[in-house]
């Protein structure tokens, strides 16, 4: 990582701690908010002070990241004054030249930046030939080096080995670790290639790295460089076949040693070379210890591990290495084990992590639910273990693999509160975002969600495990009644759980299984889930001992279902797409809420009562006031004019709530910029929508001074009006720390409505809004402007927003595109003649920014068309623009396909030639490419999904396809009659390919296209490919034909039955009717190439013997150092030995037979060490500089002659 890199990640924490502080702060403030102002007004004031200390430093902080981005976005310096850093100071000079004077050392340096790359690698080598100086003095050069080979990659394939070689030879045999680490980090940014990496084993590295990885912790730094080293051989391509299976042995035992500190690493890296190379990882040993890893539960990365082992599970190739996948079963054992230790919090995490991993791929699946879906019953069954944090997190888990967001308000829920206050939460979204999360879920022919077709197979294999049916109590009863005698494994929970939160949780997860249950299984399966068969008996029995518990569970799942369809009942359930994904508390506006507002036909004595309830009346102190009954009011009694007349002339209450969003009182305009505060805001918005609806308010506002003095404020800001201010109520500083910036969301309500805008162009707001957008270093005012503003209506707001596209900064260009959405695509009901006018304004705009000159701008265009097209009105207008999107090339691709969805934007693009040209294209190359880009797509809805609450209107452009299918040529086409027409040839090259098949299948014109037999091809790859993904392919594609009637049809001959709606079209939810034959995998045999094993034992054979009888029996106690049982006394009596004939520990060729024995078998780090730790150093030294002296014969006949 560059210097660059580190400092701006370093920010970065620095930003996402700062950002918990914040968060911290406001939930402190929210709940001081809460309680009597008099008795924690000190408190507040600390908090508030300390929340302002943490905006400023957020702010700073961005600003310094910004900095440091624009600093790495500069040109970078070059070469000659990058290198002349190296040869600062006297470190790099002989000793005679340290005495030159200060003019010298200028002219020097001046020289050594025109040094080229070359010249200094030189210059520095010969440095290292220098012996006898300090360890710092070779760490730094090597470090120079290494800062040379990362600011010049290409010099590292011009080595001059034969020197090279030498020096780090020499660091590697230095007695200094530092030194040897150093060496270790040198070699390693030297790596070019595979040739280069077996010029590097020709320098005897593979026997540096087995004797530093089995070094005590206190040569730490060089046992991490050297696994470092290797971890560099898997950089390269086939790198990984130069890594000897001596080293994998190593790494092995280092894996093994619990206590060992490169542990974790050592296992990651095995995980990393079992993807590349199983069969190295199955000589060494490794399988048992990856095997270990997963089943203890310990290793942190517990995600990645399996993902290596569902690699290697997908292919029969790869799959023969495995034990019949016992392995994977492994990470389920944290659960199943009832025993409870100090690390077991831990574990279970840990575990639930790779559970999930694997519930997230078809080979993960495929393990878990073999075997009649054993797997997957020993883990649900672990729910009636005692162990709340297991409970909890197999629900979690549960939650997770089938894609079920709980809703916003579950946190209350599960804490204990009525289902009938989860109304109030409503007011923290509007009624725009609602509209504008619903727009997901139109058209139901245009989206495939593929995430909702697999959450259908994970739900049906769970209940066959026994979700729903879980033998809890095996009696020795007949068959018949054992039947029987079955228990639902959440309604068993919910009986057994004592903690009322988790017994909670699990009502919530039962009733949503139960509502995807019945939107997406087949009605055979799901029938049988919905009748409750353990809960209903026990509610209507008053005699049995838990009927209580079940007719308190029963009532709770309707009231669930009652709140949950309140929630989303007007979004449609389209494409397979189950509400799952759904922000429910985007749509809490209706129905419970209604039972806290106030009645606008509200009588006199009441609505004084309520007047005076607020305290607005008693003092002008707002923090005493009742915001909530305030607002209540505001949304209620007030809306009648007869109400609100009242409170303008028959009390203080309108003055005073006026006076305190007025901007000059200084009182609104100078809170804090707080989540609490925004409380503020929402009721100001309301009180101007109150104020303009009715005549008698539209009257008060504009005689009010409120406009007036935010229209100072806004010219204040605007260089043209010629009123300036010291402290502008909109400067960048007011904006960020106060609440001045609720002037414009006030505003924006008031332009919603024809008074309003009225209002505002009295007092030359608009005019102060073209000026505004024109400003250069205002990015944060504009969009706040425009973010605020309501284009629905056609008035100078549309001109200003139109400027802010073509003139703006590339950043306002990019905000102003993404507002448009709203109008494109937001599920916003207009009559025909309004949507076309909407059509109108908004798809000229989205046209106009396909010709930005700034590419992201274009792909922001193009993604809101897209979905925009999705409206045929809209698709038909902007194929009537006839925008060019040539010069966009793939960008604009999705879009054209998209015009192939008419008959007139055919027409089009035929003319254009547009589609024979794309014919040929997809038939040649882009078929391959479609594959990439939907595994992409699920890739990153199961990975890259946000989490909930973390979503904001802006992500949505990129959000918004996460698991769909994209769009396909072949679909398009088959969307209309022409596309058929035109072209008969079409459906034999669909045959190459299954995703071309699967969307030319799932269109009504072009399913009865497809060849009888095709269909059965797919389903025989589906339930019996060997590549496992392979077989995901081809179910994600039956789930395609089955959306159209023709191939609902043709599934259902071979025993596919598909999930459908009221009015019986099939929702793409597609499921055979025995599943279990999806789950069916074999495991080839392995073994070994005889061969090679021929070879491996007559090399263990040959390093066993020895003509001397000593060197005989040493060899004999280095085997025995591999028994657990014999180690003690062969470590005994090979040090016996070592104190009586230590020169027999100098023979090179006994040190490479006892090299040889640890290659060709398994033994601890401990014994590891003993061994090579008996033999001395200069041994070493002789086999990495290749010195075969005749120590050997000499020590032999020495002991011969005594």
Not at 297 to 302: I, K, L, N, R
Not at 324 to 330: I, N, R, T, V
Not at 1131 to 1148: G, M, N
Request: hydrophobic fraction near 40%.
């Amino acid at each position: 990582m560059s210097g660059t890199e580190e400092r701006q990640a370093a920010i970065r924490n620095k930003i996402a701690k700062e950002m918990k502080i914040k968060t911290g702060t406001e939930n402190m403030l929210e709940a001081l908010l809460a309680k009597n102002p008099k008795h924690t007004k000190d408190q507040r004031l600390k908090v508030e002070s300390e929340l302002s200390s943490s905006n400023r430093k957020l702010a700073e902080l961005h600003h310094e990241l910004e900095e440091e981005l624009l600093r790495a976005q500069a040109p970078s310096t070059p070469p000659r004054s990058r290198l002349s850093t190296l040869f600062q100071g006297s470190a790099m000079r002989s000793p005679s030249r340290n005495n030159i004077d200060a003019d010298d050392d200028q002219l020097e340096n001046g020289e050594a930046e025109m040094e080229s790359p070359t010249y200094v690698l030189a210059e520095t080598l010969q440095a290292l030939e220098i012996e006898g100086m300090s360890p710092d003095y070779y760490v730094e050069r090597a470090n120079s080096l290494v800062e040379l080979f990362r600011r010049h990659p290409t010099l590292k394939y011009d080595l001059a080995w034969p020197v090279f070689g030498l020096r780090v030879q020499i660091m590697l045999l230095s007695d200094s670790k530092e030194v040897v680490a150093a060496g270790y980090r040198l070699t390693r940014y030297a790596i070019a290639d595979r040739k280069s990496l077996q010029i590097i084993r020709s320098l005897h590295t593979d026997e540096l790295v087995i004797l530093s990885l089995v070094k005590e912790s206190k040569s730490s730094i060089e046992r991490e460089q050297a696994l470092k080293f290797i971890r560099g051989f898997l950089d390269v391509k086939d790198g990984v076949h130069e890594i000897s299976r001596a080293v994998m042995r190593t790494i092995v035992c280092v894996a093994e040693h619990s206590e060992d500190r490169l542990r974790n690493i050592s296992i990651m890296t095995l995980a990393e070379i079992l993807v590349k190379d199983p069969e190295l990882v199955a000589q060494a040993g490794g399988f048992a210890i990856l095997h270990d890893a997963l089943a203890e539960g310990t290793f942190g990365a517990s995600e990645s591990l399996i993902a290596s082992f569902l690699h290697v599970l997908d292919t029969p190739h790869s799959r023969k290495h495995l034990q019949g996948g016992c392995e994977l079963e492994a990470v389920l054992a944290p659960f199943t084990d009832s025993l409870s230790d100090t690390v077991r919090s831990g574990r279970l995490k840990s575990s639930a992590k790779a559970i999930s991993a694997m519930l997230k791929t078809w080979p993960g699946l495929v393990v878990l639910a073999r075997n009649e879906a054993k797997p997957l019953q020993s883990l649900l069954e672990s729910l009636h273990y005692p162990d709340p944090q297991a409970r909890d997190l197999i629900m979690e888990l549960l939650f997770d693999a089938l894609r079920i967001k709980p809703p916003s308000w579950s946190s209350s829920f599960l804490a204990g509160r009525r289902l009938t206050t989860y109304g109030r939460v409503a007011n923290l979204r509007s009624n725009t975002d609602t509209k504008q999360t619903r727009g997901y879920y139109d058209d139901r022919d245009n989206k495939f969600d593929l995430t909702a077709h697999f959450s259908t197979l994970i739900l049906a294999t769970l209940v066959d495990a026994g979700l729903s049916q879980v033998r809890s109590f095996l009696l020795a009863l007949s068959s018949q009644q054992h039947a029987h005698i079955q228990m639902q494994a959440l309604s068993g929970l919910i009986e057994e759980e004592t903690d009322p939160s988790l017994r909670r949780k699990a009502t919530l997860l039962l009733t949503e299984v139960l509502k995807l249950a019945h939107h997406s299984l087949p009605r055979n399966i799901s029938a049988k889930l919905q009748v409750l068969p353990h809960l209903l008996p026990a509610a209507i029995k008053f005699d049995v001992e838990n009927h209580d518990v079940s007719t308190s569970t029963i009532y709770q799942i309707e009231s669930i279902n009652r709140t949950l369809a309140r929630s989303i009942g007007n979004v449609p359930n389209g494409a397979g797409r189950y509400n799952v994904d759904v922000d429910i508390s985007a749509s809490l506006l209706t129905g419970d809420q209604g039972k806290d507002k106030l009645s606008p036909a509200m009588d006199e004595t009441r609505f004084r009562n309520a007047i005076l309830e607020t305290n607005v009346l008693n003092t002008v102190n707002y923090l005493k006031w009742k915001w909530d009954l305030i607002h209540r009011i505001v949304e209620g009694p007030l809306t009648n004019p007869k109400r609100l007349d009242e409170a303008i002339k028959g009390s203080k209450f309108m003055k005073r709530l006026m006076g305190f969003y007025r901007p000059f009182k200084y009182r609104f305009s100078m809170l804090p910029n707080t989540k609490p505060n925004q409380r503020y805001v929402r009721t100001g918005c309301a009180l101007m929508r109150t104020l303009v609806q009715v005549p008698e308010g539209t009257k008060y506002l504009a005689e009010n001074k409120f406009l007036r003095q935010v229209a100072e404020c806004l010219a204040q800001v605007d260089r043209m009006s010629g009123l300036t201010s010291a402290s502008p109520l909109f400067s960048r500083e007011q904006m960020a720390g106060f609440m001045s910036g609720g002037y414009f969301a006030m505003l924006g309500t008031l332009s919603g409505d024809s008074n309003g805008l009225v209002m505002m162009e009295r007092w030359h707001m608009l005019n102060m809004f073209y000026h505004i957008v024109e400003l250069r270093d205002r990015d944060d005012l504009i969009q706040t402007l425009l973010g605020n503003m309501d284009y629905t209506k056609d008035s100078h707001l549309r001109v200003i927003l139109s400027k802010a596209l073509t003139t703006g900064s590339k950043d306002i260009r990019i905000f102003a595109t993404k507002l448009l959405r709203k109008y494109a695509v937001g599920n916003i009901s207009l009559s025909p003649q309004a949507a076309i006018s909407n059509a109108d304004w908004v798809v000229k705009l989205l046209v106009t920014q396909l010709y930005d000159p700034d590419v992201s701008v274009c792909q922001v265009a193009v993604k809101i068309l897209e979905e925009a097209c999705n409206r045929r009105d809209y698709l038909e207008f902007v194929v009537k623009c006839r925008p060019a999107l040539d010069h966009l090339g793939e960008i604009g691709a999705p879009l054209l396909l998209r015009f192939l969805s008419t008959s007139v934007g055919y027409h089009y693009l035929d003319g254009l030639d547009y589609i024979t040209q794309e014919m040929d294209d997809w038939f040649l190359g882009r078929n391959d490419t479609y594959v990439g880009f939907v595994e992409a797509a699920l890739t990153r809805a199961y990975v890259d999904q946000p989490r909930r609450g973390s979503l904001v209107p802006d992500d949505f452009v990129d959000l918004q396809d996460l698991g769909l299918v994209p769009p396909h040529f072949y679909r398009e086409l088959a969307r209309t009659s022409e596309g058929y027409e035109e072209d008969t040839e079409v459906l034999l090259k669909v045959k190459g390919c299954l995703w071309a098949v699967g969307n030319v299948g799932s269109m009504e014109l072009g399913a009865p296209f497809l060849e009888p037999d095709i269909v059965e091809h797919i389903v025989k790859i589906a339930e019996s490919a060997e590549v496992l993904t392979m077989r995901g392919t081809a179910f994600f594609v039956l789930g395609l034909i089955s959306r159209s009637r023709h191939g609902l049809r043709v599934l259902g001959e071979l025993g596919w039955e598909s999930a459908v709606d009221q009015k019986g079209n099939s929702l793409g939810l597609s499921l055979p009717t025995d599943f279990n034959k999806l789950f069916l995998v074999e495991f080839p045999s392995h073994s070994r190439n005889p061969a090679s094993k021929r070879t491996s034992q007559e090399r263990f054979k040959e390093a066993t013997l020895d003509s001397d009888p000593v060197n005989q029996k040493i060899l004999k106690l280095i085997v025995d150092m591999g028994n657990t049982v014999l180690s003690k006394r062969a470590a005994a009596d090979l040090h016996s030995i070592k104190s009586k004939q230590p020169e027999r520990f100098h023979q090179l060729n006994l040190f490479r037979k006892t090299l040889s024995i640890l290659e060709s078998h398994h033994f601890r780090l401990n014994a590891r060490r003993f061994a090579l730790d008996l033999f001395d150093k200069s041994v070493m030294r002789r086999v990495v500089l290749e010195d075969e002296s005749d120590t050997d014969s000499e020590a032999t006949s020495s002991q011969e002659s005594s």
